[in-house]
């Protein structure tokens, strides 16, 4: 026994079987041991988030001169002046923070009017900007105006018959200036409803500043919160449902074709409309039971209104199905393809398969029905002769609606 040196080697067990040559241990033959490499399966591919650079329609005649927007930004910092020097920072900062709430709501409701074919962001905020912006600034020259010539106006009066006259003229005056600048992105009396909708909702905005701060100067929280639940919740339509009058007017012009002085013309037709509608509105409030003509007279209105534009959207689909029609007969979409891009029900359908598809593709089934739509309504002002960039913007659409497709149906 020895108790200072290494232990000696082990033997190995006369009943273990020694490894056959080129089985590793653990295996019983060469067969159930794994290959030095087994490659993994391939992955399928899903859709690139972003559709690479594509073609897209040009920009001339669908937007707005950047000096407009000067304007209307010296505009802004007289307004800023005037309210911080009439109302105070304090409650303009307050009213400011609360009138966002019913310009998004509205915001939201015009949204959905014009989903598939959304109108250029520069005119949708031109839009937004001249009815808060110019439209109550211009309003507020001719009121003092006004003052300075004549004396101030009875109340009743300049709620009544002033302020609807005024307020009617200068918002509609800016959707007649997105006519005649930006001719090629007004397609007929929806778009004229979207605008109209989007300057009264700029108004309103700035309007509901003012009220709101008022309100709390002189009752406090009490008042303010009566003046926001008739102003925010009961009524942030009620400015844009006004103007819309205007646009739609303007709109049938558009989709006929019509020359600068025809829209002006049916313009103030339109306007004759939003002025009554708007002095109805404040008479309700000046001379008669407001809570009792609003739900018996205002409501019902509104939803005549609702029920209008559902009807002038059906007619938009109707007319977005011909003319891709005409693009199906030529073979760029199947008839299917058609149903799916100018239905509501069809829309609906198509996101629903997209979901499904490998990587959730229902992005570019929006874009799919987008470009489409958009394509559409170039065919319409192809064929009305009115746009000379048609061909060009209908090349871009087509290029686009292909890609997209391949996207969608990649795997």
């Known amino acids: 026994m020895s108790f200072g040196g290494p232990p000696p080697p082990q033997q190995p067990s006369p009943f273990t079987p020694p490894p056959r040559q080129g089985v590793q241990p653990g295996y019983a033959s060469p067969l159930a041991q794994p290959t030095p490499y087994t490659p993994p399966a391939p992955v399928a591919p899903a859709p690139a988030e972003s559709l690479p650079a594509l073609p897209m329609p040009t920009r001339k005649g669908r937007t707005i001169s950047l000096w407009l927007f000067s304007f209307l930004g010296f505009l802004l910092l007289a307004l800023i002046g005037y309210f911080g020097w009439a109302l105070g920072v304090t409650a303009s900062a307050i009213g400011l923070v609360l009138a966002l709430i019913p310009l998004t709501v509205v915001f939201l409701g ?141 709109g049938l012009v ?82 299917e393809e058609v149903t799916m891009l100018a239905t509501p029900s069809g829309r609906k359908a198509g996101l629903t398969w997209a979901r499904g598809l490998r990587g959730d593709r229902r992005q570019l089934m929006r874009e799919f029905i987008k470009d489409a739509t958009a394509l559409a309504a170039v065919r319409q002002r192809a064929i009305t002769g009115r746009d000379p960039l048609a061909v060009e913007d209908e090349r871009a659409l087509l290029i686009r609606t292909r890609a997209v497709r391949a996207a969608l149906l990649a795997y």
């Open 254 to 335: 558009a989709r006929r074709h019509g020359s600068a002085g025809s829209a002006f013309g049916a313009g103030l037709v339109g306007m004759i409309g939003a002025v009554l509608l708007h002095a109805l509105w404040n008479g309700s409030a000046t001379f008669a039971d407001f809570f009792g003509l609003y739900f018996t007279l205002q409501v019902p209105l509104f939803i005549g209104f609702i029920l209008g534009i559902v009807a002038l959207r059906r007619e938009e689909a109707r007319l977005t199905r011909a003319r891709l029609a005409e693009y199906a007969n030529a073979g760029w979409f199947t008839p």
């Open 110 to 250: 015009v949204r959905m009017i014009d989903r598939w074919e959304p109108e250029p962001k520069r005119l949708v905020l031109f839009a937004v900007a001249w009815g808060a912006v110019a439209a109550v600034g211009l309003t507020l020259l001719v009121d003092i105006g006004l003052k300075i010539l004549i004396g101030p106006a009875p109340e009743a009066f300049s709620a009544v018959v002033q302020a609807p006259i005024v307020e009617e003229f200068w918002k509609g005056l800016g959707i007649f200036l997105i006519f005649l600048l930006a001719r090629r992105a007004f397609d007929g009396p929806v778009d004229g409803v979207v605008y109209g909708a989007l300057v009264g909702a700029g108004f309103a905005f700035t309007e509901n500043i003012q009220y709101f701060a008022l309100s709390l100067i002189e009752g406090g929280g009490e008042q303010l919160t009566v003046t926001f639940a008739v102003r925010a919740i009961l009524s942030p339509f009620a400015h844009a449902m006004f103007t819309a009058v205007t646009g739609f007017a303007i």
